[in-house]
């Protein structure tokens, strides 16, 4: 026969878009519309429903940027209108393919209860599901314009990220605000239509897809274009035996949770998204109640908790919902963190101080970790997931990679200890499905497990800026529960998933054919490591004084019988988690958020020092002797870790500085002499007890590089390769001048280039084997990327770069596309480069990026004795200068603290690392004291707390720092009576109990990079 497949596709997309939906609200009355707007900050429901307001006009321009305006909508039901479904619509002016990104209103009803959210993809309200005929109906819309700052012109420079430089002008323009009759037929028949029509386009040209358009073809026949209401049952009806017919016995299995990504902060401010979720829990509650099946999938507690503080009937509908098991906290996260660049007792907060919200609000815990979006993942990651109880992770950024198809998506994720932790990504490469004919098949058709597993995951909602599941997704939730050609698709926890999959995994062996060792790095969004700068150093200072400050408390607590400020110490942790949010702490949201991050760690820096002050003194006493703190976990200045000693001068000789004839200066100590010529530029740091040179010969180091950066997209994410094409070295010096203050050798350096200058102040102190540089710069560069770089006299195959308890290596070389992908990656307080017998550490106070690359003389025969022929070079990420989305990222004075370590292994390293962002603290008191907890042998000390649920029980967490088998003890100078190892997030283990000394010692044997948490009991 004849046949043209477009024809009949090409007839069924124009009567859907253009007559049927449009059918379902077709028969409406406008409402009468009254409006109050509001430019600033949102005031208290209460108050927006109580402003007067004045008479609105559909069509009227309203809401500028970041504004709300409060409407008033009323109308009485026709008569006519009795027994339908009548619902109000109303269009803000939306965007229908910007859901989360745009204008946005929850609904009110006059007693100030919210019913649901409006936004582009979600226009109704049900106003009655019978109506009686000549009800009165009264909502009001508390609609923020929000502007769009990622349109579709996207990554273009803006003002309109900020309050201070957004523009006046109204953004939006109401399209419709009516009450109208809801035509469930007409509404039936459009998901039937356009689930047939997607799922066709996804079928081979066989019986199964011909029979689906013959069926399109027979219901357009007898849908009457005119009369859409009351024709659309008999067009269903021609549609009925193609969408009874059965799926295939073995058909890929969908996992479906509703869901809605919300960003806690991004191109919108923390404030916003206190009431993005709002809205869409709102309209989430909403929809649980009118379906049977759907579930809804919640992470980060910190979302919770705002629901709970700000719109409580909300909230309470939340804990109804959860008690059903229909709305599902997921993720055991305070926030979605960034997960590459916190501490690990950061991450390990994350997940307490979340699992504790919702034990207690809910009765539950989390079984696995949720976090879609954050930008890669730390190898150190598999074993904290389980030592904190999770059984499952769960992402999909990874599908974002620019290079290589990761190999797996239901797999073994293996840590750099040897955990391995269940792990999925949903092979339709979302968060944000809509359960559509193209996200199935693509699943389908991705799926890499399909030998051995069954199915995978579909999160399904709007998200980024919120919206959710609609009606129109579980309506074709229920078309594909069972369809044809389709895969399955089924509302379900993803627990249950998890627990179906890790079966699967398991019955077909456990080879290491479905396991990935390492970190999950995303080929991608490499800058996130480097941009807003400020808001890193906040992180890492605050993280380093929350561990202080619940030590030196922890101390006072069991020493002096001080009150332990629980409270205090849960809501700074608590500030600090959030801005860990994985557009925040990578710094890609807009300068509004940024700007409030800052000003929030410089807040809980003043907040923490204040716990650290009062329990300082507590333990010193009144008094007037000169005293030393060392809040690090390793001994410096002649302070033991965590202890408090009378300041003592250094007992090394004090450093030298010589002034040599071409301009250069020679600083020396007992341990390295280093060599800077007349720019200020390091040509030599030899440690003097190998004699070895860091500095590859004839080669300059500590330069500063700055490179032209202008990603194709993604202007505060990306870097792309290209970049290192062009490279000015920042060469001339002003001014070098030379100095020895206190014993320590200064050379301070100015630069200045282009519109901005810097001040390196280069140190030697004594009995340091760390060349210092504390760098200050002026930074007006758009566009750039300024690096700092050291060529190394050094053949390391791998550099050890710092993550969370430990390190991981990555190789040096490109020789797979895997390895040449990582030409921008993470550390944690250091990096190292070595050979063995000799190695090259860098340390730094804010830094979480560096680059390595390798030169080879030829062909890497030494060109003479002594002298190899390969170079690394190892280099830090200083700044850079995007314009999208924030216009000013990084403008004005920054600051640097970054360090040289000459002669290193990792145990010098990491030593070097923990003392460089924890300096010893200067104090007068009466006496100094003992440490509360000592550690020896081979155990790192990670945090000396009291215990989180207030037991008083002392908190000790240890690691093995090195890679390496270690046995050690640790010993509690104070009455204990009893210990036992428990989990990260310090819950009872079976078996936990651990044997103590009367003098209070444990003895460990700790494997490779193990993190062990120890509990004590007080006497
Ligand atoms: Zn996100």
Not at 293 to 299: C, H, Q
Not at 396 to 411: E, L
Not at 564 to 577: G, H, I, S
Not at 811 to 823: D, G, L, Q, R
Request: aromatic residues 8%; charged residues 25%; glycine residues 8%.
């Amino acid at each position: 026969m004849h046949d043209d497949i477009t024809l009949t596709t090409g007839r069924a997309h124009r009567v859907l878009t253009e007559r049927i939906w449009p059918a379902v609200h077709e028969t409406s009355v406008p409402l009468d519309v009254e409006w109050h707007a509001l430019p600033g900050e949102p005031i208290p429901p209460a108050e927006g429903l109580a402003l007067a307001m004045e008479p609105y006009e559909v069509g009227t321009p309203w809401g500028p940027a970041w504004g709300t305006t409060w409407f008033r909508l009323t109308g009485t039901v026709p008569a006519e209108w009795a027994g339908r479904t009548v619902e109000a619509v109303v269009d803000l002016g939306f965007d229908v393919d910007r859901t989360g990104f745009q204008a946005e209103a929850l609904v009110y009803r006059p007693d100030g209860s919210p019913v649901k959210s409006i936004n582009p993809r979600n226009q109704h309200v049900v106003v009655a599901d019978a109506a009686a005929g000549g009800e009165r109906v009264e909502l009001f819309l508390e609609a923020a314009s929000n502007p769009v700052l990622l349109g579709h012109n996207v990554f273009e420079r803006t003002t309109e990220g900020d309050t201070t430089t957004s523009s006046p002008d109204p953004l939006y323009t109401t399209r419709r605000i009516d009450l109208a009759v809801f035509e469930s037929e007409v509404y039936d028949l459009a998901l039937d239509v356009e689930v047939l029509l997607e799922l066709q386009a996804e079928l081979p040209t066989g019986p199964r897809r011909m029979r689906v358009l013959q069926a399109l073809d027979d219901a357009l026949d007898v849908l009457d274009l005119q009369r859409i209401p009351e024709t659309a049952a008999a067009a269903r009806a021609a549609l009925a035996d193609v969408l009874a017919s059965p799926a295939e016995h073995s058909a890929h299995e969908i996992s479906a949770v509703g869901h809605a990504h919300i960003d806690s902060a991004w191109l919108w401010p923390v404030r916003e998204t206190i009431r993005k979720v709002a809205r869409t829990t709102s309209s989430m509650t909403d929809l649980i109640e009118r379906t049977d099946d759907f579930v809804y999938g919640m992470s980060s507690a910190q979302q919770y908790a705002w629901v709970k503080e700000h719109r409580p009937e909300v909230w309470e509908r939340i804990k109804e919902a959860v008690a059903k098991g229909r709305f599902l906290p997921l993720g055991g996260m305070w926030v979605e963190s960034d997960t590459v660049m916190p501490s690990g007792e950061a991450l390990t907060r994350q997940f307490s101080q979340a699992q504790r919200f919702f034990e207690r609000e809910f009765g539950l815990r989390s079984h696995g970790v949720w976090l879609p979006d954050s930008f890669g993942y730390s190898p150190a990651l598999p074993q904290l997931v389980r030592r904190a109880g999770f059984d499952w992770f769960f992402t999909q950024k990874i599908s974002w990679n620019q290079v290589n198809v990761f190999p797996h998506h239901t797999f073994w994720w293996e840590g750099i200890d040897g955990s391995r932790v269940l792990t999925h990504f949903p092979p339709m490469d979302t968060y944000n499905s809509q359960l559509s004919g193209e996200e199935l098949g693509k699943a389908t058709r991705q799926f890499r497990e399909s030998r051995r597993a069954t199915g995978s995951i579909a999160p399904v909602g709007y998200g980024d800026g919120g919206g959710g599941t609609t009606r129109e997704m579980t309506g074709r939730a229920k078309r594909l529960a069972n369809l044809e050609g389709s895969a399955r698709v089924r509302w379900e926890h993803p627990d249950a998933f998890f627990e179906r999959a890790r079966g699967e995994l398991l019955a077909s062996g456990t080879d290491d054919s479905a396991v990935w060792v390492g970190e999950l790095y995303l080929e991608l969004h490499r800058a996130t490591l480097t941009s807003q700068h400020k808001t890193k150093q906040g992180n890492r200072r605050n993280e380093q004084l929350l561990v202080e400050a619940e030590a030196w408390a922890a101390t006072a607590s069991a020493r002096t019988g001080a009150d332990y400020p629980y409270e205090e110490l849960d809501a700074l942790w608590q500030q600090v988690l959030l801005l860990q949010f994985h557009d925040i702490l990578p710094g890609t949201s807009i300068a509004w958020v940024h700007r409030e991050a800052v000003a929030q760690h410089a807040a809980i820096t003043e907040g923490v020092q204040a716990i650290i002050d009062r329990s300082l003194r507590a333990l010193v006493g009144e008094g007037d002797v000169p005293l030393r703190a060392n809040p690090a976990v390793f001994a410096q200045a002649g302070v033991p870790a965590l202890g408090v000693a009378p300041a003592s001068a250094p007992a090394a000789a004090a450093s030298t500085v010589t002034e040599l004839p071409d301009g250069g200066y020679v600083l020396a100590n007992d341990l390295v002499r280093i060599t800077l010529d007349a720019a200020g530029h390091v040509t030599s740091a030899v440690d003097l007890a190998t004699g070895r040179d860091a500095v590859a010969p004839g080669r300059e180091a500590n330069v500063l590089q700055l490179h032209q950066d202008f990603p194709n997209k993604w202007d505060a994410w990306d870097v792309d390769r290209f970049y290192r094409n062009s490279v000015t070295d920042l060469r001339e010096a002003q001014k070098v001048t030379a100095a020895v203050e206190d014993g320590v050798a200064v050379v301070t350096v100015h630069r200045q280039f282009s519109a901005s200058s810097l001040e390196q102040v280069i140190t030697l102190a004594p009995g340091s084997r760390t060349l210092e540089v504390d760098l200050r710069t002026d930074w007006h560069e758009t566009e750039k990327f300024l690096k700092v770089a050291f060529p190394l006299d050094v053949r390391a195959e791998h550099v050890a770069a710092e993550t969370q308890f430990g390190f991981h290596k990555r190789v040096t070389h490109t020789n797979t596309s895997w390895e040449s992908a990582k030409f921008e990656t993470s550390m944690h307080r250091w990096v190292l480069a070595e050979e063995p017998g000799f190695g090259v550490g860098f340390v730094n106070d804010s830094s979480y990026a560096y680059d390595v690359t390798r030169e080879v003389s030829d062909q890497g025969v030494a060109p003479a004795p002594g002298v190899p022929g390969v170079t690394t070079t190892v280099r830090l990420s200083l700044l850079r200068a995007p314009r999208f989305p924030d216009p000013e990222t990084d403008q004005g004075l920054q600051t640097h603290r970054y360090g040289l370590v000459v002669g290193a292994d990792t145990a010098v390293a990491t030593e070097a690392g923990a003392t460089f962002g924890a300096r010893p603290r200067e104090l007068r008191g009466a006496a100094g004291f003992e440490p509360l907890v000592h550690v020896g042998g081979g155990v790192t000390l990670s945090a000396v707390k009291l215990a989180d649920d207030r037991s008083g029980d002392l908190v000790v967490r240890v690691y093995e720092a090195h890679g390496r088998r270690a046995s050690g003890t640790v010993t509690v100078a104070a009455r204990v009576t009893g210990a036992r190892t428990v989990s990260l997030i310090e819950d009872d283990l079976d078996g936990g109990a651990v044997d103590l000394t009367a003098d209070g010692t444990v003895t460990l044997e700790l494997s490779p990079f193990e993190v062990r948490t120890l509990r004590f009991t007080p006497a």
